[in-house]
């Protein structure tokens, strides 16, 4: 009898014990905050992680359609205020993952500074209302083949009316609370300012060209003549569309006073958008 009570003495210290080590663990965890920043796309992301015990997680993937990929996850501290983010890099794994799904991945850890390897380590923080954006005006050529930085890509989804409910390719803290606000441009520095339409701009269609590839006769594309060009704000990096949304062009060329974009899908007909057609970088 008494060896029985015994197991059972031991058996309820092991559970309380494992139970105290449990609660410990859970206190750990939730003595850690995390801020979270995060840009997702197709088959590509990129996450920044700020914990509250002054340490960083970024963490970058890319993935192929059929098979292949990569994973860069870098670690280090950082140095916080207001209105800039510092990172300071310490430690990087980097994963390849082969084409052949049923070979294992490759994972690497080294410590920070092959060029290859790094990231950007300096922002600024720009607040719209709830949303929280970090910025940085490194030239990141490895997200696009065109010179462009986070300021610029910003103004493109702002200009176009994207934002603040879709996101571009920069780091946001998302919020489900509606923006109802103007953003307020006087955040940015001066010398991005000039990327930012201070009002839509407003344009009609003057021409409509049906250019057909020399390579393939049964290819073809619409080349579209809008009536507004430099004078009137207009840019390379602009998106106007109709006002029932069906139809949108991006600007390609821009000339004093006219600018040109191309439609590719076969629906375009210029019966349905004739010339005079008013196109819009953003309707209100």
């Known amino acids: 009898?008494?060896?029985?009570?015994?197991?059972?003495?031991?058996?309820?210290?092991?559970?309380?014990n494992n139970k105290t080590k449990s609660n410990n663990k859970?206190?750990?965890?939730?003595n850690?905050?995390?801020?979270?920043?995060?840009?997702?796309?197709?088959?590509?992301?990129?996450?920044?992680?700020?914990?509250?015990?002054?340490t960083f997680i970024n963490e970058k993937y890319l993935f192929g359609c059929t098979g292949g990929g990569e994973r860069k996850k870098v670690f280090g501290t950082y140095k916080l205020d207001s209105i800039k983010l510092k990172l300071i890099p310490k430690k990087?794994?980097?994963?390849?993952?082969?084409?052949?799904?049923?070979?294992?991945?490759?994972t690497i850890k080294v410590a920070y500074g092959i060029d290859s390897l790094n990231i950007k380590t300096e922002y600024q923080i720009v607040t719209w209302e709830n949303k929280k954006y970090l910025l940085s005006d490194f030239y990141d050529l490895s997200w696009s083949i065109e010179?462009?930085?986070?300021?610029?890509?910003f103004a493109d989804y702002l200009n176009?009316?994207?934002e603040p409910k879709t996101s571009g390719m920069y780091l946001v803290n998302r919020t489900k609370d509606s923006i109802t606000s103007e953003f307020d441009l006087s955040q940015i520095p001066k010398k991005w300012q000039k990327y930012f339409l201070k009002e839509p701009i407003s344009a009609k269609i003057k021409s409509i060209k049906k250019v057909i590839d020399k390579e393939d006769n049964e290819n073809f594309w619409w080349q579209i003549e809008l009536n507004k060009g430099e004078d009137n704000g207009m840019n390379s990096r602009l998106t106007m569309?109709?006002?029932d949304d069906m139809f949108f062009m991006d600007?390609?060329?821009?000339?004093?006073?006219?600018?040109?974009?191309?439609?590719?899908?076969?629906?375009?007909?210029?019966?349905?958008?004739?010339?005079?057609?008013?196109?819009?970088?953003?309707?209100?």
């Not at 010179?147 to 610029?152: A, H, L, P, Q, S």
């Not at 439609?263 to 007909?269: C, E, K, S």
């Open 1 to 16: 009898m008494k060896y029985i009570n015994f197991l059972i003495l031991i058996i309820t210290l092991s559970c309380s």
């Open 26 to 30: 859970n206190i750990l965890e939730q």
């Open 32 to 54: 850690i905050d995390t801020i979270s920043y995060n840009y997702s796309g197709f088959n590509n992301g990129l996450k920044l992680d700020l914990l509250s015990n002054g």
């Open 92 to 106: 990087v794994e980097f994963t390849q993952y082969p084409m052949d799904m049923e070979s294992k991945p490759i």
């Open 147 to 153: 010179k462009e930085n986070d300021y610029i890509r």
């Open 160 to 162: 176009s009316g994207f």
């Open 241 to 243: 569309t109709t006002k």
């Open 251 to 284: 600007i390609d060329s821009v000339l004093k006073n006219s600018s040109y974009g191309r439609y590719h899908m076969p629906d375009f007909t210029p019966d349905k958008y004739p010339i005079g057609t008013e196109l819009r970088t953003k309707w209100k």
